[in-house]
């Protein structure tokens, strides 16, 4: 099969379409016949850090969190799926390819409405956002919930699974350009905060929980505008993970700082999530309270393009690789 590799630590051009053998299947996975494969600011880090978060600097890895495919083949104890479902699946690595094997109950049916090619869109980020913002976050039905990053595929999601759950919804972006399209999408009081400070805007808000990727001095202004018994959810620390905060704040306030990978996270985890979901969300993309927000799709072999434009944070929702020639 066709695959996307990293064959070293860099940028975009260390991303290698090359020939490899198809995955061989544990007793409790399944293969997928890959259709599209989500591409995630993960991806990038791993890309530039292969010693530190691939297998090894002597080794290439393939890239790739989630996919959407049709199963080809069923493990040995594989019985709540079988050959030709259609699904989408969370996956630790290996999705920049034609075929990829994985753990059965990381596999969810492709939502009613969705087509297979953008339903490579959804597991990472309805998974990541479940985590994190109920889970972690435990947000309810009329709580407010801040997502600075709007229009990240994690944003466009979130901003949406919340809205239709109940919640008061508010969202950051950079460019005038992405705030247009957060007001059209109604995803909340949306600022440019390049233009506004958002520790000044939304000081009055008492927000209950904020899912945050950019950390650095980000950190002591979200826990500034928290409401009391308010959740701090770190997911990045794109600007920094080295942070100063007053503990002060989050003693006087009764504040919950947090954060997860979800990547690492256990089988059981994954499990659990997928479950959760399935019964929770799935019903949001049938009724269409909720979709994915498809920015751009292309092909296998132009992986490398697709980071260069992951990396200029120019995009609005997913970006895809899809198996079309």
Not at 175 to 203: P, Q, R, S
Not at 307 to 317: A, Q, Y
Request: hydrophobic residues 40%; aromatic residues 6%; charged residues 25%.
């Amino acid at each position: 099969m066709k695959a996307i590799h990293i064959t070293t630590s860099g940028g975009p051009e260390v991303l290698q379409l090359q020939e490899t053998p198809k995955p061989t299947l544990e007793k409790n996975q399944v293969l997928i016949k890959v259709k599209a494969a989500g591409v995630n600011r993960s991806d990038v880090i791993t890309r530039k850090n292969m010693s530190a978060y691939g297998k090894g600097s002597n080794e290439t890895v393939i890239p790739g969190l989630e996919v959407s495919g049709i199963i080809t083949e069923i493990g040995a104890h594989v019985n709540d799926k079988k050959i030709g479902d259609k699904v989408c699946a969370l996956i630790a690595s290996g999705g920049y390819a034609e075929y990829v094997a994985v753990e059965s109950t990381h596999c969810l049916p492709v939502p009613e409405g969705i087509s297979l090619t953008d339903a490579a869109a959804i597991p990472e980020t309805v998974f990541t956002v479940w985590f994190n913002v109920f889970h972690l976050g435990k947000l309810q039905p009329n709580e407010k919930l801040l997502i600075h990053g709007g229009t990240s595929g994690i944003g466009t999601m979130g901003l949406q699974m919340a809205k239709a759950l109940g919640s008061t919804i508010y969202t950051t972006a950079g460019t005038d350009k992405k705030i247009e399209f957060l007001n059209k999408m109604n995803l909340g009081k949306a600022i440019n905060y390049k233009k506004e400070t958002f520790e000044e805007v939304f000081k009055d808000e008492k927000i209950d929980v904020i899912l945050d990727m950019v950390g650095g001095d980000y950190t002591q202004k979200n826990l500034d505008i928290l409401n009391n018994k308010g959740r701090l959810i770190n997911i990045n620390g794109m600007k920094s993970t080295d942070v100063t905060i007053d503990l002060r704040t989050i003693m006087s306030k009764n504040l919950i700082l947090t954060g997860s990978f979800l990547k690492p996270q256990s089988a059981a985890v994954k499990t659990q999530i997928a479950q959760d979901v399935e019964k929770t969300i799935w019903p949001l993309f049938q009724s269409e309270k909720i979709h994915p927000i498809i920015y751009k799709k292309f092909q296998l072999e132009d992986a490398a393009e697709a980071h260069k434009l992951m990396e200029s944070s120019k995009h609005i929702g997913k970006i895809l690789l899809t198996m079309e020639s």
